[in-house]
């Protein structure tokens, strides 16, 4: 695989992978019925996360990847319901599980943080007792070792002064310190797997990069898995070793970050790294892909991205291309992946640099 | 997991810690455990001055409430009766004060008791959706598609007069409104991505629904339950003027005014001050609203 790279290699290889995975999508299907038809918002996602691993989910709003993972955590805005597939943590199926096993079993594996850390913190709850209720009400550890355990965790993910902060209520915190604190807290039930929906969106760029670093470094450190649902390529490409790149509910392609990033086999992913700014481009234009994302309400015939695809030809608009290897883990859904060089308007060297600078 | 600390960033300086657990009682800017701003002060102290004044009325009055003496029935104020006296001889500012204790007794505790139960359905009903919601909030549409005066005048009839039978009418009608609020706090708070949060960590979901989501939806129902005691002692004050309210000779607003509405050309002193001791009250209570709610930062 490593001869398909030719840019800068930011990201150091992921840890080797072995074991049982610690999160499998098969074929998840997600719809959320509405008053004018149902929304089929995922369609068929498959995905494997395995501790040690950080994996990037990456695509524009409204292609599935925030429901995907919710749909991974049982937390799906009512009234969207899973309607296909299997979610399978820890190497058992949670789909066919009453509600609060599978809540139980859901929540000693994985936890969650959310974009706004704001609201995902209890503005009534002093910081250090929200990081302290899971080792009190679940691990059942006492008072006293639930608040030891909490301090540790606050050090844990850089907060300084923690007996201090400990008291805090999250109005009285910056934006970075509240993320910080959601990252302790989603530590303190002790995953093998956090998900991650736009940790970093809210957040100005220096606080972005203390934030991934500490993600990081609970992955090299403690072997934390990470699925980080992003739209911000720059990103997937300092954080993330494996990518899935999603499109109108489903995975266009997936394989290293570096492979897809530096040579994309899916037009839409192509067409992404375009979109990226490059400031060192003597001409500040900043390059979109035209049309709009696709109907969900609508049953989509061939690619969703055909209409929007410069590659497009005649059998995109009547077959949906299959996800299909190409060779170790890269996959992409599109029936010219084989002849990137002949689409028009190839990806250049130029967009990669944008993203990895 | 025994990583080491983690390097970070300049540490912004620690704001001063609040020890309130009730972020809309602890205000918004933060300094100091008691903010309070004008509007709340005003109406705190008009409050304390109507408790007070009920509650010292043995000291403010030489005179009995009940006491009547009809050789001195009707007479104009000065003399030793500051507002006179009614009809019976009684000491009409003597009354006033003692009714204040009755009324606000009254009107706290014909509120406290719908809060509680209103509050309770409403946060179950809204956390847990489903069939116990749709049954719910038919019996709330039912109860709400009366007026609700009627109904409480006419439950008070059906159970006798008295200050028990005020309760529970005011307690059935009353719950609705609190059933309702807190209802579509819950529905907003649930989606919020704290309530997600706690989901998440696999809480337990009595812990979710006290600890996380109470405290969060409580002010709305708080701002309602201070107009609605201002509306409970309408209630009573319409109850007594009927004759079903407080039974007589105990003074309550309502049945002085009820009693006084007989001189309204002559003594008309009889019924405007029970009647501006009632808006008063409500002036109060509505001023601490307004004030809870500035502190708290919303709308």
Redesign the interface.
């Known amino acids: 695989m490593s001869t398909l790279v030719d840019g800068p290699l930011r990201q150091p290889r992921s840890t080797p992978v072995t074991g049982t995975p610690l999160l499998e999508l098969h074929d998840v299907d997600v719809e959320i019925p509405l008053p004018h038809g149902r929304l089929h918002a995922v369609r068929g996602v498959s995905l494997t996360a395995y501790a040690g691993q950080a994996l990037g989910l990456v695509g524009e709003s409204g292609s599935g990847k925030s429901l995907t993972l919710r749909a991974a955590?049982d937390?799906l805005?009512?009234p969207a319901v899973i309607t296909g597939g299997s979610v399978v943590v820890a190497g058992t199926d949670v789909t066919g599980m009453r509600p609060a096993q599978r809540?139980?079993h859901?929540?000693?594996a994985m936890?969650?943080?959310?974009?706004?850390a704001l609201?995902?913190?209890?503005?009534?709850?002093r910081i250090g007792d929200q990081v302290a209720?899971?080792p009190r009400?679940?691990l059942g550890m006492s008072r006293s070792a639930a608040r030891a355990r909490a301090l540790d965790?606050l050090?844990?993910?850089?907060?300084?002064?923690p007996e201090?902060?400990y008291?805090?209520?999250p109005?009285?915190l910056?934006g970075?310190?509240r993320q910080r604190v959601?990252i302790a807290?989603?530590?303190?039930?002790?995953p093998g797997l956090i998900l991650a929906d736009e940790p970093t969106t809210a957040l100005d760029v220096?606080?972005q990069k203390?934030v991934l670093?500490?993600l990081g470094?609970?992955r090299r450190?403690?072997g934390?898995g990470l699925v980080l649902v992003t739209h911000d390529l720059a990103v997937v490409s300092s954080t993330c070793s494996e990518l899935d790149v999603m499109y109108g509910g489903r995975v266009v392609e997936e394989g290293l970050t570096e492979v897809l990033l530096s040579a994309p086999r899916h037009p839409y992913t192509a067409a992404l790294l375009r979109s990226v700014p490059d400031p060192d481009a003597p001409v500040h234009r900043l390059l979109t892909i035209p049309g709009a994302p696709p109907d969900l309400l609508q049953p989509i015939e061939g690619c969703a991205f055909a209409p929007r695809c410069p590659a497009v030809v005649d059998r995109c608009r009547t077959e949906r291309p299959p996800l299909a290897s190409l060779g170790g883990p890269h996959a992409s859904a599109c029936w010219r992946a084989h002849e990137p060089e002949r689409w028009p308007g190839a990806v250049g060297e130029a967009a990669l640099e944008g993203v990895l600078r | 997991m025994t990583a080491p600390a983690v390097p970070v960033g300049p540490v912004e300086p620690l704001q001063p810690l609040q020890p309130s657990r009730l972020p809309w009682l602890r205000g918004r800017g933060g300094e100091g455990v008691l903010r309070l701003n004008p509007t709340l002060v005003i109406g705190l102290s008009l409050l304390v001055v109507i408790v007070l004044a009920g509650v010292l009325a043995p000291v403010l009055s030489p005179w009995d409430p009940v006491a009547q003496d009809l050789t001195a029935s009707l007479q104009p104020p000065g003399n030793g009766h500051l507002l006179g006296t009614d009809q019976l001889g009684r000491d009409v500012f003597t009354r006033l004060l003692y009714a204040a204790r009755v009324d606000l007794r009254v009107g706290a505790l014909a509120v406290l008791f719908p809060f509680i139960i209103g509050t309770t359905l409403g946060l179950l009903a809204g956390w847990f959706g489903g069939w116990f919601d749709l049954v719910l909030m038919r019996v709330v549409d039912m109860v709400v598609a009366f007026p609700s005066f009627v109904l409480i005048i006419a439950l008070v009839f059906a159970l006798g007069q008295g200050t028990a039978s005020i309760y529970i009418a005011i307690t059935l009608v009353g719950w609705v409104a609190y059933a309702r609020i807190v209802r579509g706090e819950v529905l907003v708070a649930k989606e919020q991505e704290y309530a997600l949060a706690a989901r998440a960590s696999g809480l337990p979901t009595w812990r979710i629904l006290l600890r996380h989501l109470l405290p969060n939806v409580l002010l709305q129902a708080f701002v309602f339950a201070m107009s609605d005691v201002v509306l409970s002692i309408l209630a009573i004050v319409t109850l007594g003027y009927l004759g079903l309210g407080v039974p007589p000779p105990t003074p309550d607003w309502g049945s002085m005014i009820s009693e006084g509405q007989n001189f309204v050309f002559t003594k008309w002193y009889l019924t405007a001050v029970p009647g501006l001791a009632v808006v008063v009250t409500g002036l109060a209570l509505a001023l601490v609203a307004d004030g809870v709610v500035q502190r708290s930062g919303r709308r």
């Not at chain 1, 936890?111 to 706004?116: G, L, S, T, V």
């Not at chain 1, 807290?185 to 002790?190: H, Q, R, Y």
């Open positions: 955590m937390l805005p009512s809540r139980e859901i929540s000693s936890a969650m943080i959310f974009q706004d609201t995902a913190l209890n503005p009534t709850m209720e899971v009400q679940r965790l050090v844990q993910v850089g907060i300084r002064d201090q902060r008291r805090a209520f109005h009285e910056s970075g310190m959601c807290i989603a530590l303190s039930a002790e220096t606080i203390q670093d500490v470094r609970l450190d403690d934390v």
